[in-house]
């Protein structure tokens, strides 16, 4: 997807090209790597960095006096962040290896809603067996059916050749696929007991490990609305769209190589969120 685009799977027809950067000389576009800095300047960012870091502590734990009393004058308390974190704890039932369970509850809706963000934007949904067993536990029973039909053929052996891997979504010997998504943050639209829709503010990483791979794993940020339904004592997926953005001003990291990058997925688990 190149910056700018924006791409709604509302009716899942282009599902396929979920989070899927192609090669640069593929007609979709690549995305073009970020230009490294110098070193000093590099040096002179981070001293920047931790100059401000240090500073919002110290105003953080200053006892303030007249911002309480005006606090208090007003007659209310500072809001706290919606999306700070409430003490739920995660659900700890699996289903195929998917978080489920969940309570119905606003929150539970929520928790629901970036877990399913996680599944449905993973390396497993390129695999057509566990391709199967994800739309079967994360769906609506009664988008199943129609659901499986476009993902089989949006997920098909050409855009799988595509991306380097074989018909069962497998990278070729010496590469790894990288499809890891992290939730940010979780927002509430619509809820009512039965029905829910949620935002999911995700980033996460996406490509080809390997030495020789014209699909490196780079960063992305997008958003995930998700259509939720109480059905068979859990959330379900009745419909589901998918936005770029918003995106932070990128950092002046250094690119991990091939191999740091496949180890990384290889030897760090992944979560189960809670709301």
């Known amino acids: 997807m190149n910056p700018g685009d924006e791409q709604s799977y509302t009716d899942y027809g282009d599902t396929g090209h979920t989070r899927t950067r192609l090669p640069e000389n593929d007609p979709y576009g690549g995305a073009p790597r970020r230009p490294h800095r110098s070193s000093s ?16 502590i ?17 007659g209310s308390r500072p809001q706290t962040s919606s999306t700070a974190p409430s003490g739920t704890h995660p659900v700890g039932t699996k289903t195929t290896g998917i978080p489920s369970g969940f309570p119905r509850t606003e929150q539970g809706a929520q928790s629901a809603a970036a877990n399913y963000s996680v599944v449905l934007v993973s390396a497993d949904i390129l695999k057509p067996m566990r391709r199967s067993e994800i ?29 380097g891997l074989d018909a069962n979504g497998n990278a070729p010997a010496g590469h790894t696929y990288v499809s890891r998504t992290a939730p940010i943050g979780t ?39 998700l259509e939720l339904s109480w059905s068979g004592d859990d959330w379900k997926v009745s419909r589901f769209s998918q936005k770029d953005g918003p995106a932070p001003v990128p950092g002046d990291d250094k690119a991990s190589s091939a191999d740091q990058m496949a180890k990384a997925v290889e030897e760090y688990g992944g979560f189960t969120y809670a709301r």
């Open 187 to 225: 927002k509430t639209t619509t809820y009512s007991g039965t029905t829910a829709t949620i935002e999911v503010w995700c980033t996460g990483v996406f490509g080809t490990a390997g030495d020789d791979s014209t699909n490196p794993v780079i960063s992305d940020w997008f958003t995930m609305t």
């Open 135 to 163: 739309v079967s536990q994360v769906f609506a029973a009664d988008q199943q059916d129609a659901l499986a039909s476009k993902f089989n053929k949006a997920y098909g052996k050409e855009f799988l050749a595509n991306l």
């Open 58 to 74: 110290a105003f953080a734990n200053r006892g303030d006096d007249t911002a309480t009393d005006a606090a208090t004058t007003k």
């Open 41 to 56: 300047k590099s040096l002179v960012t981070v001293v920047g960095v931790v100059v401000l870091l240090i500073a919002a």
